[in-house]
């Protein structure tokens, strides 16, 4: 049974850094395009970045350069480093694998797998 586990999230300050990981199991992760998504109170779920199998990557525009994802297949795992942290980064941060294609990389129903989340909290 395919599963991801998300770790890495915390309180931190802001313009602080903290760096989010996602490690997969039961499923050829290799072959799987995976994205983080995040969502604070009271608000819906969006896509924060994607990492395709072959490597593609994209960022919403409120990362503006802040957030880096990378994976290392080897390890079944996939990394969102975010610098430069705002408070309206405080969500929680969800990673899930890519099951179909019918929407844009940020489309939810695209999605499944989805781990219980990581807390992300910017606050001083």
């Known amino acids: 049974q395919a599963q991801v586990v998300e770790s890495g999230g915390g309180l931190v300050q802001p313009g602080g850094s903290l760096r989010l990981t996602c490690t997969a199991s039961g499923l050829t992760f290799a072959d799987y395009s995976m994205a983080w998504f995040r969502q604070a109170p009271g608000k819906a779920r969006e896509g924060v970045s994607y990492?395709?199998?072959?490597?593609?990557?994209h960022y919403a525009d409120f990362v503006q350069g802040r957030f880096t994802v990378s994976r290392d297949d080897a390890k079944n795992m996939v990394t969102l480093q975010m610098n430069g942290l705002k408070v309206e980064d405080t969500a929680m941060y969800y990673c899930?694998?890519?099951?179909?294609?019918?929407?844009?990389?940020?489309?939810?129903?695209?999605?499944?797998?989805w781990g219980q989340g990581t807390q992300v909290t910017v606050s001083s």
């Open positions: 899930a694998r890519r099951a179909v294609y019918r929407g844009w990389w940020y489309s939810a129903d695209d999605f499944d797998n």
């Open positions: 990492i395709s199998a072959g490597g593609t990557i």
